[in-house]
């Protein structure tokens, strides 16, 4: 069988991988670390700077006092040295949205001290519009804007996601799949149901198992 290469659905280059490999986040695992590991926080557009400067004085009792901080200083969001336009950090780690709760996951487990978004819980009390960045939204997917209408998406492999990996396989669940509605919601349901035709000749062809 030839090796997989990149795909193109609709004005999208996705990468084979986005298709073979397994993934779902385990929480109960990795309590969130995809927030605070790194060296740069997630990437913004201007409209979703926007929108959290809206939904700040509403969850600003949520941050803590040196993410209160971080954002007094230099905002919400800042450019890194690649040049795109990203959220703040704390202390060239923590997003400055991470705030700590005790979670019941599906099971009725309950997580201690998980890592979420202050962003996104408000959203669910159904306190502000915004949930929270695209970019958090499709993570282990990473997007890359080429310009003249061209996108590009990729999984982004990172060990402390090996749980997802793990649970992943256990579920049968693929990465496109388990990022379907993020997926829907920066593309459109159209181009999601146009990457599924692709899946499944993948499929037919053997090369998604």
Known sequence: MEPLHILQVGNVLVSPDIFTEKFCCDLSKCKGQCCVEGDAGAPVTLDETMAIEDALDTVWGDLSASAQSVIDKQGVAYTDVEGDLVTSIVGGRDCVFTCYDDITDEDGTTISNCCLCALECAFRKGKTKFVKPISCALYPIREKDFGNNLFGINYNKWAICK???????????????????????????EWYDELCEVAEQLKKQGYIQ
């Open 163 to 189: 749980p997802a990996v793990e649970k992943g396989k256990e579920l049968g669940l693929h990465v496109y799949e388990f990022l379907k509605a993020p997926l829907i919601r920066r593309f459109g349901k």
